[in-house]
């Protein structure tokens, strides 16, 4: 088992920047891919970022790409998500996700996903 858990949310007006940290508990991070989703007030749990397990390849939601960077650290078992360039739209509670993905393709469908840490508040000011 995992345990997740995200920081660095707040307000951030229009064009700004964060970095959200989840920093993870457990054993054996490095086997699990980790994934960034995100979930806005009456909507469903979205996709935003996944990262293999060594690091070396990454996918994001088109709605973020090109303005979002996931990155992890195995030493520290940490991973973490740059965005620049925010829009009112980024606006919502981003969660941190873990699953082995052991014997199955990874997907992007957050009911597929094991772990999951409390999130974090993201605002952004139009």
């Known amino acids: 088992q995992v345990q997740l858990a995200e920081s660095g949310g707040g307000l951030v007006q229009t064009g700004g920047s964060l970095r959200l940290s989840c920093a993870a508990s457990g054993r054996s991070f490095s086997s699990y891919v980790m994934g960034w989703f995100r979930q806005a007030p009456g909507k469903e749990r979205e996709f935003v970022a996944v990262?293999?397990?060594?690091?070396?390849?990454?996918n994001y939601a088109d709605a973020v790409k090109g303005r979002f960077t996931i990155s992890r650290d195995n030493a520290k078992n940490t991973v973490s998500l740059q965005m620049n360039s925010l829009k009112p739209e980024d606006t919502a509670v981003y969660l941190c996700?873990?699953?082995?993905?052991?014997?199955?393709?990874?997907?992007?469908?957050?009911?597929?996903?094991?772990?999951w840490g409390q999130g974090t508040q993201v605002t952004v000011s139009s």
């Open positions: 990262i293999s397990r060594s690091g070396s390849s990454t």
């Open positions: 996700a873990a699953d082995d993905f052991r014997g199955t393709a990874i997907s992007r469908h957050y009911r597929v996903w094991d772990y």
